[in-house]
């Protein structure tokens, strides 16, 4: 049987380490301001309608991460492939040999 509500959460638990990737590829943030920024969004949001939930992890993380470090929407067309390497790798791989520790996220949401 399904377990949704896992595979819910490890999802988003996924989502929110691209978003750190993101900030420390493409932004050039430390892993430790990497975890922070994403843990004040997840915060955030955190009291949202599953609904408004379901809108806001339909964004791209590389959006989320462009609205977190502060910069405009318009990132360069030389970062989308290394970001969809980023993004795509994210599904099936395990956290130690995609992020490593600097990127464990430990809060839910």
Known sequence: MTDLPAIIAAEREDYWRVVAECLNEFYGM??????????RAREYI??????????YYHAEPLSIANHLAR??????????????????GAAGVSEQSRVGDGFKMGMAG
């Open 71 to 88: 910069s405009p929407f318009d990132f360069p067309d030389e970062w989308i492939d290394r970001y969809l390497e980023i993004r795509d």
């Open 30 to 39: 430390n892993p430790d301001e990497c975890i922070r920024q994403v843990n």
């Open 46 to 55: 955190k009291d949202h309608t599953e609904e408004e939930l379901e809108l």
